[in-house]
């Protein structure tokens, strides 16, 4: 293999046998259609870039997966010819990395789409890298990163109706301002959220739609509902899983058509909207149990993106942590993360994914004081994780209060000496079930020393049974 790295361009790479002419015709082409490809260099290849093979084989899916670092940078699979590639092998490549599969037929639509695509791939990655979308979606792992892409992609180039799915505390209300933000409309108005969960089923008409003074009873003056207000900008229904059939309905005509009328109201209002909907539910099994339309569902969901949750994307723990400190005002700069603390936040589960982690960044922000890094001391308590006592920690709170009870009652510090080397004994004893051997071992001592303490033990405990208890002491 003979790879290349570019600067001004892509890099060009073959793999197996693909001759040397093709790869000069590629080259040749596509410098003609405007896309430079640099020669190759004895380097690693990074960035976008055109793997040539071939055949399909593990070893490739095993290169392209190093090449395209899990499909973070951009490559272009091309079959040296149409007999090299069939449905299955396309998907293999895909599956490795590659962002998309051609075969190589020498004609001028091939090489203008292939200059097409990393144009389109070049500019998605620009807003994807971009202060607008870095600051509020932060991440680099290859699973944030193809879910950004697909995000700026559907927000810049088309109009279409946007279904954010994930789990709570993934970022969907985030996601659906960035969509906003990146809209190319000229003339775009304010982005109006509405939260489905707090929609009463009794004012979801007007809610929705608005009302005419007189209306119904309350109604005093005219009112604009969410689909007047987002007219010219976005509407972001958040949860939407959670609106009953019923309304799910009504709403059908204003999200294909974009009419409606006012609740009191004859008159056909029109409105201009982008539609963005989130939801935490499988909208797909809630349709299967009845929970939630079809038809609705096919009107909200031209694009679908699924926003991976914080245990797909541990990559981006560290990055997050960061960012959110910077948020927090720690009366200085921001602090870097004890090696332990370091660890205990990559280990930590997330239940509540990038919401949560937020949470404990800020509790244990606020509990930061001075230069210096974030040490375990500033974990709050109930965040500490429970460790197994080791040799030099079984000293625990437990065993000084029940020293602090025995001084209470009077008890002298040899009868308390004697009574914890009584009972150090009997635990062991009893552990390895009388075995004197091993109970010694545990105990550190002889054989013997517990034998002869034992038999002393029982001539104190027959000497007490013959004189009283207060003629002996346990020994």
Request: aromatic share 6%; with cysteine; glycine share 8%.
């Amino acid at each position: 293999m003979a790879p290349s790295a570019t600067r001004t361009g892509v890099w060009i790479e073959s793999v197996g046998t693909s001759p040397t002419l093709l790869i000069d015709r590629v080259i040749q082409a596509l410098a003609q259609a405007g896309l430079s490809c640099l020669p190759p260099e004895v380097v690693a290849p990074r960035g976008p870039g055109i793997l040539v093979f071939t055949e399909v084989t593990p070893q490739l899916c095993d290169y392209l997966r190093e090449i395209s670092r899990g499909g973070v940078d951009r490559v272009l699979a091309v079959a040296t010819s149409r007999h090299d590639m069939d449905a299955a092998g396309a998907w293999r490549l895909l599956q490795a990395g590659a962002s998309d599969v051609l075969s190589w037929d020498d004609s001028p639509t091939l090489t203008g789409r292939m200059v097409a695509r990393f144009e389109r791939w070049r500019q998605v990655d620009h807003l994807v890298g971009s202060p607008a979308v870095q600051k509020c979606l932060v991440g680099q792992s290859s699973a944030w990163t193809a879910c950004l892409r697909r995000l700026v992609e559907v927000a810049r180039f088309t109009d279409a109706a946007v279904l954010l799915t994930g789990e709570s505390g993934t970022g969907k209300e985030l996601a659906a301002r960035m969509i906003h933000d990146l809209d190319p409309r000229a003339d775009k108005r304010d982005l109006v959220v509405l939260d489905c969960t707090t929609v009463v089923p009794e004012l979801s008409g007007s809610e929705f739609f608005g009302h005419e003074r007189g209306a119904f009873t309350g109604a005093i003056a005219a009112r604009d509902g969410a689909f007047a207000l987002a007219d010219g900008g976005t509407l972001f229904l958040d949860e939407v899983g959670e609106l009953p059939p019923t309304l799910q309905a009504e709403l059908l005509r204003v999200v294909q058509e974009r009419t409606y009328k006012r609740v009191g109201s004859n008159t056909w209002q029109h409105t201009n909207f982008r539609l963005v909907c989130a939801t935490n539910r499988d909208l797909l099994q809630e349709e299967a149990r009845g929970g939630f339309r079809r038809d609705f569902y096919y009107r909200i969901a031209s694009c679908v993106c699924k926003l991976p949750s914080l245990r797909e994307r541990t990559e981006d723990i560290i990055p997050l942590v960061e960012h959110f400190l910077r948020q927090v005002p720690v009366g200085g700069p921001c602090p870097e993360l004890d090696e332990p603390v370091r660890e205990y936040v990559l280990r930590r589960p997330y239940p509540g994914n990038v919401r949560d982690l937020k949470q404990l960044v800020a509790r244990i922000a606020f509990r930061h004081v001075g230069p210096g890094p974030i040490t375990v001391g500033d974990l709050p308590e109930e965040e500490r994780p429970a460790v197994e006592p080791g040799p030099a920690d079984w000293y625990t709170g437990a065993f000084e209060a029940a020293i602090r009870q025995a001084l209470t009652l009077g008890v002298g510090l040899k009868e308390i000496s004697r009574a914890a080397e009584n009972a150090a004994v009997r635990i062991a004893v009893g552990d390895e079930s009388g075995n004197l051997r091993r109970a010694a071992g545990r105990l550190g001592v002889t054989d013997r020393a517990l034998q002869m303490r034992r038999a002393a033990r029982r001539q104190v405990a027959a000497h007490s049974a013959a004189n009283g208890p207060d003629e002996a002491r346990v020994i």
